[in-house]
């Protein structure tokens, strides 16, 4: 889908909105250009704010980000809540500072691969 130039938003909001883990996972990773373990610690493990910003700095909407945390919501008991505070972080971080913080993850992930 990547290499015929079909990926884009609209796809990763179906993938989620599906509940595809999997498939949002690599969607994800693709579209932000990180590893795919990165994406799946992000999806499991890590706080939702971390999805905020990495949807803020590819651009996503609201409604694709709030499918992709829905999704995590399924690997562990995130609540409506936590869901509604993510929605005010979305709208609180500025583009270019989600970007900056992508670029420090992209770095950091490859400072690692070669060390």
């Not at 796809?11 to 883990?21: C, I, P, Q």
């Not at 990180?34 to 949807?55: C, F, H, M, N, Y």
């Not at 008991?77 to 869901?83: C, D, G, K, L, V």
Request: overall charge positive; proline content about 3%; glycine content about 6%.
């Amino acid at each position: 889908m990547h290499e015929a130039g079909k990926l884009n938003e609209t796809k990763l909001r179906a993938m989620a909105t599906e509940g595809k883990f999997d498939e949002t996972t690599i969607a994800l990773s693709i579209l932000c250009d990180l590893p795919i373990g990165s994406i799946e610690r992000t999806l499991v493990k890590d706080g939702s704010e971390q999805v905020v910003i990495l949807a803020k700095s590819i651009g996503l909407s609201w409604d694709t980000t709030k499918a992709i945390l829905l999704v995590k919501a399924g690997t562990r008991a995130s609540s409506t809540y936590e869901i509604n505070q993510c929605f005010e972080q979305f709208s609180e971080p500025q583009a270019p500072t989600a970007k900056k913080v992508l670029q420090f993850y992209r770095l950091r992930k490859r400072a690692t691969a070669t060390s």
